[in-house]
């Protein structure tokens, strides 16, 4: 089924463990990002990228890399984890990234890591 | 950056009632997305509104671009409705959403 897929779904990480969370997606999307979900906060973007090669930080980035290297990969990596990274991660893609945005966003079920 | 502010942030309804959720957003937007976000999690696209009215079966919105914010109508909720409703915007293209803290919607059988 076209959509996007995260995995794992569940992580549990020891304080200075590195992993990386899985993003794929199958619709030909040029954009893409990754969003935190903490109680109370809403969503915050951690990375972006608007295409193949392009990414950039978005609100919370420190802890976090990311690459593009093809349309349909979007890793993000956990350098050494902490506590304060203990979250639900959701990945969203959407269509056009060089001109107006004439779609919603589609997002990954999520992985909910836990660090101790 | 852009503020965007939801409320109420708690909303507990009865069956068959209706409801009106509010986002305002500090600047003016060409991007604007409603989500809700189920008891298990997932996020679903609602609309792609970034001015005027849609309708979509028991939901409609309407965003108001020149006043800066938007409502999401809900009538004859069911208990399926329940969730987690996020407003997002974005003020220029290819810039990212930013998503309010969302109204947390129970509904009461």
């Known amino acids: 089924n076209a959509g996007v897929t995260q995995t794992p779904k569940f992580q549990v990480l020891k304080t200075g463990q590195s992993m990386t969370l899985q993003c794929a997606q199958d619709?030909?999307?040029?954009?893409m990002s990754w969003y935190r979900q903490d109680p109370g906060m809403g969503l915050r973007l951690i990375h972006y990228s608007v295409g193949a090669g392009i990414t950039d930080q978005g609100e919370v980035p420190n802890g976090y890399n990311v690459s593009r290297s093809t349309t349909e990969d979007f890793p993000l990596r956990l350098l050494s984890a902490a506590p304060s990274q203990t979250s639900v991660y959701f990945c969203a893609s959407s269509y056009s990234a060089r001109g107006p945005v004439l779609y919603g966003y589609t997002f990954g079920s999520g992985t909910r890591l836990t660090v101790v | 950056g852009i503020q965007v502010e939801q409320s109420p942030p708690d909303l507990i309804l009865q069956e068959g009632a209706n409801s009106t959720l509010r986002c305002n957003f500090s600047?003016?937007?060409?991007?604007l997305q409603w989500f809700h976000q189920n008891p298990w999690g997932q996020l679903i696209n609602l609309f792609y509104?970034?001015?005027g009215t849609k309708q979509n079966g028991r939901l409609s919105a309407t965003t108001v671009a020149t006043e800066r914010y938007s409502l999401l109508y809900i009538s004859s909720s069911q208990t399926t409705d329940s969730g987690v409703y996020f407003c997002?915007?974005?003020?220029?293209?290819?810039?990212?959403?930013?998503f309010g803290k969302g109204t947390r919607l129970s509904v009461i059988a």
């Open positions: 509104i970034p001015s």
């Open positions: 619709m030909n999307h040029e954009y």
């Open positions: 600047d003016s937007v060409n991007n």
């Open positions: 997002a915007v974005s003020g220029t293209e290819n810039t990212p959403l930013v």
